[in-house]
């Protein structure tokens, strides 16, 4: 069985360190660090040596959810979105954007965060946005 090693980014925080994912018949089975990577030399944190665990996870997400009646079920987009969006205007209409923070990810790219940001403050009235990459 042959194994390719495909050069990467862990993508759990803003570090960016160098691996190699593990690929054999088309999944991907383990990490290795890149020993020539310049930011992480070799090196990798619990989080990179497992990053890729969560690719098959059941637990993983795949369509958005919405809560009704106290309990979490599958919901379109569209659905989503709109009741996203309800939500917010009665936040800002009531309270203001004070009351509105957002999180963001390192999964995202720096354009994606950048968006992010200007929804929170020109559209949300709000500096209350942070990063993961931070925690
Ligand atoms: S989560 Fe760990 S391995 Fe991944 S980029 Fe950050 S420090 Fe590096």
């Known amino acids: 069985m042959q194994m390719e090693h495909v050069p990467s980014v862990c993508c759990f925080c803003g570090c960016g360190c160098g691996l190699y994912f593990h690929v054999s018949q088309g999944r991907i089975t383990g990490v290795s660090p890149s020993r ?38 599958q919901a379109s987009w569209d659905e989503a979105l709109s009741i996203t969006v309800d939500a917010f205007k009665g936040v800002l209409s009531q309270h203001g954007g004070s009351a509105i923070g957002l999180l963001s990810s390192a999964k995202c790219t720096n354009e994606e965060n950048y968006l992010l940001q200007k929804l929170a403050r020109a559209v949300l009235k709000t500096n209350n946005i942070d990063h993961c990459a931070r925690l």
């Open 36 to 73: 020539n990577h310049p930011v992480s030399k070799g090196n990798l944190c619990v989080k990179g040596w497992h990053s890729y665990e969560s690719v098959y996870s059941p637990k993983r997400l795949t369509h958005p959810l919405v809560r009704k009646n106290g309990r979490l079920v």
